[in-house]
């Protein structure tokens, strides 16, 4: 019996995951949490075996999570669930000891092989990123990103889905002016001027582009 753990902020998506996985005989749900703030606690109180992780939070970076367990040395095997279908989401994702990285857009029968695959011990990575990670690129290669630290990278992905400053301040507990700053920093290391231009980088480098600019995907 695996012990699961979902960290999902959409309501529909957290229901839907409960129903499907929750009829699974193999499987436990032993919590479900929409945040960061209330993940953290459930993760230490529950000890899965799996963890769910979806990427886009709304308090935060679901990596946060996944960077906690990798420097704990935990057992829980982490699969992200997410709807950034680009390299080096999923590149930053591996180098936290990441198991498995599932994009939204799959049929649920992946979802169901990601699970058994990272629970059994193994790698999974979706089909559309196989062929674009490949041995040769190691997994800590950023592309066009490698310019940006890590928050820069966190601050990007949410600008290019459409979070004002404001928002931004909100959910990453920083002020508006740190915001601001941090976005004329990326805008001068990506050669552009506006948040239009970042949109325009985005799409033309494949990164986070199609569905995945919705706005509160993970």
């Not at 999570?65 to 829980?76: F, G, H, P, Q």
């Amino acid at each position: 019996m695996t012990r699961l753990l979902i960290i999902e902020d959409q309501l529909i998506v957290r229901d839907a995951l409960v129903t499907l996985l929750g009829s699974r005989a193999d499987l436990q749900i032993v919590g479900v949490a929409a945040s960061i703030r209330e993940g953290g606690p459930l993760l230490e109180r529950t000890a899965p075996n799996l963890l769910l992780l979806d990427l886009s939070l709304e308090d935060g970076s679901g990596l946060e999570l996944a960077r906690m367990l990798y420097r704990a040395r935990s057992k829980t095997r982490v699969l992200v669930m997410t709807a950034f279908g680009d390299e080096f989401a999923a590149a930053e994702a591996m180098k936290f000891g990441v198991a498995g990285y599932f994009v939204k857009e799959q049929p649920t029968s992946d979802l169901f092989a990601a699970i058994e695959i990272v629970v059994r011990g193994g790698t999974y990575l979706s089909p559309s990123l196989a062929g674009r990670l490949s041995a040769e690129t190691p997994t800590g290669t950023l592309g066009p990103l490698a310019r940006l630290s890590r928050r820069e990278r966190e601050i990007f992905r949410l600008a290019v889905l459409g979070s004002s400053s404001r928002e931004l301040s909100g959910r990453l507990f920083i002020s508006v002016k740190t915001v601001d700053s941090h976005l004329l920093n990326i805008a001068r290391k990506l050669g552009v001027r506006t948040t239009a231009g970042l949109v325009r980088f985005a799409a033309e480098h494949g990164i986070a582009t199609g569905p995945e600019l919705e706005t509160g995907a993970g």
